[in-house]
């Protein structure tokens, strides 16, 4: 099976500071669904970070979807980033867009045609039960709703791998529920690689999973 | 309202760039205008034993587009009481030769002085009178005047400047979270930055339109010109498409310039 993650010896830390993630070793299968838990501050969002390459590796190798991290440049980043979708706690919506707009930022980015654009807007809006709010702001709509639209948002150009850091940390029942379906259905139907960090994985998921956990600057599968 | 507020500061601050820029032009303008007045009212008179090759003395000085000889007629109209015709013309044959030197353009007093010199060279040529007196106080006055109202405008334009970066600064800071937004999902800079140009670009040709109707206004009042033309000068105060074209150039690359120093500043945030 083909990797989309592999890091060898990795070792990752903010600026010159301790280090947090320490000579690590992490394969992930194409298509998987992947869950890294871990108490707070033990460098759950850290490792994430550095799967989207806003943290750069400062020893070892981290490859990702055929992209090494380690001194990547901005254009090779940009390549990654296109095929990537993110789902961050606090959502980093745009606030002065609309949803429609903010959920078309990817596909913008990756040059779709306009009407394919919309069609494809229009189908997420709907998956996530947000149709009737297309024309209103971020700030107009609740957790759980700006939540649903940043998930429509890293699941609108078919990533290769979404990455999501506590996507339901803050959220209501309903609004959990419908995230989790989401990306269930996306690594089901769209055989799309999910790596959810998180304090707590959800007792009623449907799929096969594998999990990590991270302690001590050490990362290891949970069997 | 808001977005209205966000305009109006960088087009205030352009605006007065494009004022002083074209109010030193309009200065620069009426100096020239006043020089070559100057230079038409101006001539030196040269005072020769015999008479001079006029034409060698052009080819051979730059700066002289004219000489004339000056009649002794009217001299000798006020010494001719009891004179006779023959003394008379007999004093006609002993007096100097007197000439009028126009030159091309109205000269700084180094030009002058070089000129007096070249021209005394000549052992045909006795005296050279140049006014050089009023003409350095005059020459002096327009250049102290142009050198204040250019430190003035470099002034207004570094202050302007200053206050644009400030401008620039607080947008970015506005823009930086969609950037960085952006730049998560891999936009390309250009991409990202693409409403910061847009608003720099806008409130320039904003800008620049208003400087045009102001300036339009200025040029149709009669006033300004009935001034200018009481101290004898006729100049183009705006010229609609050069002076426009102009300003539009400085307060656009102004502002991409100013706009890409904020986007190249731009670090993601970690």
Redesign the interface.
Known sequence: MDKVIIAENLSLAYSNDETIISKANLSIDSGSFVFITGASGSGKSTLLKSLYGALKPIEGSLVVGGVELRGVSSSKLNFLRKHLGIVFQDYKLVKEWTIEKNIMLPLIINGYDKVVTQNQVDSLLKHVKLRHQAGKYPLELSGGEQQRVAMARALAHNPILILADEPTGNLDDYSSQLIWNLLEGANEQLKTTIIVVTHHIPQNMKINYKHYHIEFGAIREII | MKSFKNHLSLVIALLSILFSLQSFIIVERAIDGYKENLAKNYALVVVAKKKIDDKKLIVNNSLIATINEISPDGVIQRLNNGMSKKNMELLKLTLPKFYKLKLKHYPSPAELEALTKTLLQKSTIQKVETFSKTHDTTYKLLLLFKRVISVFAVTVMIVTILLIFKELRIWQFKHN??M??????????W?RSAVLFRLAIVDAIIASALSFVIFSYLAATPWIAQELNNIGISIVLFDPLYDFLMMLGVSVTLSIFLAAFIVLGHK???
């Open positions: 979270e969609r960085n937004i952006m730049g998560l999902f891999g936009a390309p800079v991409l993601e945030e970690v």
